[in-house]
């Protein structure tokens, strides 16, 4: 079902607000946004309502909201929380079109607290009203002047605006990133706490900045998910209208999960899975607040670099030599300038650094026009796709600040289309200079770099993102009803319908159906016994490899059959009778791993010891294309091996990927009906000579 | 030879300046350092020292320095490069105790400029005085007013006094990082650049600063070591001391270590070396700017956790998580309190989260003095070794700011041995009211737990630094004389003589003699041809596994002795007759690297694909302990295939260690006479049954 992101502009953009529990006290959590709207001006209509008062602030107070003569498109509850219930219902009787609940005490204090919750989110949810909270700490959009929350982050200080919006799982976490961020002279489009989510949650706030005009980049801090599919596609509408999206997500750990555990109630969804869904659908993972902070910024200012080429400017070499450790480190590269430029710059200053990190040493405080040709004979090329200027603490002194700022403005001006960053410690004033002048500045290396690789980073997902048409699609998929256990035999029949290779082989019940399917395959084969209860037949000597000739067919399958029949419980279903694959394709895995939030994840990686001691797997959540699964085989650590390490001819790879798409595709498709599916191994032969699923487990939720 | 720090004396500490170069206009070089020193009231005496001048500032001008009727333990020359050599010249002839040249055209220009700076530097050598520079920045001692600097970053304050002393191997670098320190309130002790390194190094000044009572804390920028030894050994003195040592080095990449190419002319060394000796000697390496000043500041101000173990507490159960996440993954622990801990936190506040991390909520608000009851019930049981505080922005407001900082300042005086960070936004002034109570403070997160980290590996590493009689030792080796190549046989001969295991083997010139060897080793025998000029036998067929029996081995011995000699330029030097080991080993190689600045390095990695695709080694600068080397095996990616992976029994670890050590030991013995070793396979068998060297290969500097 896709969001219905118009069902929050009365949320965001009322026009009427009413405040139930308003106070003409300042400091009461229902005086603050009363004093909040009317001290930023907001344009609408207020209406306080409070049994109390006649009048608050030289407004007129209602009794209760019914009685207001206007309609009301966001209603703010500051009630102590037994009072809330009896709120929405008359709030639902007036017919407001959003609520945010301020109140705590529901959900995130215990099983009735979170019945009570769902019993008001019903409510609304029944009378078509929008209901943000409950114990969360509201909105503000600073475009307007809606802030209907009571944050004393506002108490002393009105928010500077900008194009970030900000949503928040925490009400703390936000308000503490919002004050850094301010202190940083950065501001915010929209902010809101989604609190206990009883009805929106953070991908409706997401979807709906994604189509906000005064929007161009979302921030979200994510604890957990509780609708994963919801959730990936605010992310595709944000990335379909090029805004993008910078995630802070906590618990990487068993330790913060934990955490996370004792402080939210319920937090489900692997850390690892979250970490590739986001990348798969375009969002970047922060993992520090200085990160989500530095990122949010800086896409809200810079164009997108085209390409992982950038220029390093600087007054010092040292920083020069770490800039471009970590810029290579990150997946930008710093290509020299051509020759001709380089001599250009000698002739400037005999002995500036002409090579990448481009140094125009300390002699930039006698000629200070050096800056502006250095960046003009190296930029003019237009073989840089983005470019950073460190000029030490120059932005701390009037004197020196006003010899850079009008080469850096025209440099700006010159090269608009590809990102510039300026590095100098600077203060409040010198950073204002910077910014009138359309100049982004940071203090640190450290800054520019991850600004940078994630600019980088949305600029090749943009690039890269197919359209509808070309995205890999669930197939229809018909589940086998009845066992929950299918065996080898049956695992890989239906894998082999979906386009699967499978091991050419025949099940065999008698003695001489074995020997029968043995000469049509030919020998060497290999017999397995088949026993829906058993799923470890190694364990039990019912795998037997290299049967050469009729005799040992005949021999091993009673044998088989007579392993399977002494063990308890087990049937016989059969033995299968299956060609002998050559010994030297490499042993991949193929598996289905379901996650609770994100659904089907399917995962792939070398088998054997690269698995067991390296942990060396990949995952993607289903579907994916065969380009994606190529892409997904490249992460390995150990992909050299499939490129043909140690002598052995490069695999198939394309075999692999295509198996690996159409896998992923089959997967989507069963969705949830998949308990695991465990292809291993999966032998992958040489260039152009395919893959073989050698064994595969399938288990079902029927 | 030992480092003589006292000659620093005079340089860091001096009683009488001469600038020579002096001026009275303080935009000049030669004015700053008079300004300066004046300006701080330095205690000393001062001479400028200016032909043009009678008088500066009040003080009376020297022609030349010999004129001065006074010792003079510091003199700094300002003057045009060409005429540095006849200065110093004179200074020699006044007997100057140091000179500090801040004149730049030496090694940093060119080949000419190089000589010149040899030539200034014998002269001093000669003369027994120390030179700092050519081409620095100077330094500043806080402790005595000593500005020796042409910095501009004293021009419009004066640094802040701390127990931070400050080496830098570039002065625009240290400038940067001072002025960032100075603008979050940190000061120093002393700051020097040492500029082109002529006779004063970075491992001077550490060994210098390491017996300073005025430096608790060492921070150093490198761009390369030109003395490995020396190095170490001022790592080691500041070990010794207690004073930690935090370094940033650049020069991490290729690509950084080509823009260090250009930058400083010439940089070797490999970066994995630096990291490594870094470690094993004491020094925390940091990779930015802002970690480095961070870690820097918390040694100077923090006591060392006495283990893992984090306490955390928080308003904001989001920045819990957080930073759950982030101690774990840097090897910090957060237990949980006992159940009567927690059941007095319950006791005090019903809905607090009492699991680690302690989560007061916004209520610490409403009921400031929680602070101090959680932090004191969960701290009282000293089950903890360090603990966090996270305020939120707490900082910003005086009130809440003041409701806070008793309960801290309490907590921190009763638990004054473990190490307490707060965290919260602040301003100038807040950050003054924490300091002037002797708290610890940082904006955010990232900044405590990259505190945390560092002090955790200094008490880890004095807790397990050996003293002297416990270190390992360099065995006195004799090296082959002669030939540059040793065969295997030759290569294992030798190192048998130092304790290593090697396979039984003897070497037959004739192939009776190889029947012999083989009856008495035993079949299945190996047949291995030796000749100097062959380094990979397998290649040329030389090798020959699994020999069963007499005629096999004379046909064989035959065999190879003629390949050998129908190769061109190959000596016969006989065929080795050697064990045939059992296949079930796990094989690993163990080497020596000669790192240009550093020395032998020992290097052991599990052999083959691990190696090859994962390129999973590890190394140490020999030599090292029996502890050490299982220790360097545990750091292997793949130390989980010695424990037994897959079903098979655990290896030999400690006979693999103990092997590893003596290597060590006589790789240190034979310093840089050995171009290269490498044992490869090292066959390690089930646990108790020891290893032994399969080949081995060793090249000298004969």
Known sequence: MPIQTNELHALFDPESIAIIGASADAKRIGGRPLKYLQQNRFKGRIYPVNPKYGEINGLKCYADITQIPDEIDLAIISLPGQAVLESVKQCAQKGVRSIIVFSSGFGEVDDEGKRQQEEIAGIARAHGIRLLGPNCLGLFNTNNGVFATFSTILES?????????????????????????????????????????????????????????????????????????????????????????????????????????????????????????????????????????????????????????????????????????????????????????????????PYAGVNNPIDTTAQLNVQPELL?????????????????????????????????????????????????????????????????????????????????????????????????????????????????????????????????????????????????????IGFPVVLKGMSPQILHKSDLGLVQLRIQNELETVAKFEEIRRRIEQTEGAQFDGVLVQEMLAGDAVEMFIGAKRDPVFGQMVVTGIGGIFIEVFNDAVMRKAPITVEEAVKMLRELRGFKILQGARGKPPCDIEALGTVIARFSEMLAGAGSAVREIDMNPIMVFANGQGVKVADALITLNN
Chains 1, 2 share one sequence.
């Open 157 to 349: 200080q009105t928010p500077y605006r900008s194009k970030i919006s900000f949503v928040s799982q925490s009400g703390a976490f936000g308000s503490y990133v919002y004050t850094l961020a301010r202190q940083h002279q950065i501001g915010f489009s929209h902010f809101v706490a989604t609190g206990n989510e009883s009805d929106i949650d953070a991908a409706d706030c997401i979807a709906y900045f994604a189509q906000d005009e005064n929007t161009d980049v979302i921030a979200c801090y994510v604890e957990g998910v509780k609708n994963g599919e919801k959730f990936l596609q605010a992310l595709r509408m944000a990335a379909e209208n090029r805004k993008p999206v910078v995630v802070l997500k906590v618990g990487r750990t068993d330790e913060g999960r934990q955490a996370a555990m004792s402080h939210t109630g319920s937090l489900a969804g692997a850390d690892e899975v979250y970490d590739e869904v986001f990348r798969q659908y375009g969002a970047y993972r922060a993992n520090t607040v200085e990160e989500f902070i530095d990122v949010v910024y800086g896409c809200s200012k810079l164009p997108l670099p085209k390409g992982e080429r950038v220029a390093v400017f600087t007054v010092s070499g040292g920083i020069g030599i770490m800039l471009a450790d970590a810029l290579t480190e990150n997946g930008l590269r710093l290509p020299q300038p051509p020759e001709d430029v380089q001599q250009r710059l000698k002739d400037l200053l």
């Open 372 to 520: 502006g040709q250095f960046m003009e004979a190296v930029l003019d090329g237009g073989i840089y796709d983005a470019a950073i200027a460190f000029l030490g603490f120059t932005g701390l002194y009037s004197h020196t600040l006003q010899a850079r700022l009008p080469s850096l403005e025209q440099i700006a001006r010159r090269y608009g289309n590809i990102p510039l960053i300026t590095i100098t410690l600077h203060d409040e004033n010198s950073k204002k200079q910077f910014e009138d002048r359309g100049l982004f500045l940071v203090e640190n290396p450290t800054q520019a770099v991850r600004i940078l690789k994630a600019l980088h980073f949305f600029n090749r997902f943009y690039a890269d993102m197919p359209d509808h048409r070309a995205m890999a699609q669930p197939k229809i998929v018909a589940v086998p009803s009845g066992a929950s256990v299918l065996t080898e035999f049956e695992s890989k029949k239906w894998l082999a319908q979906y386009g699967i290779p499978v091991t050419r082989e025949k099940l065999a019940t008698t003695a001489e159906e074995a020997v029968a399917h043995a000469r049509e």
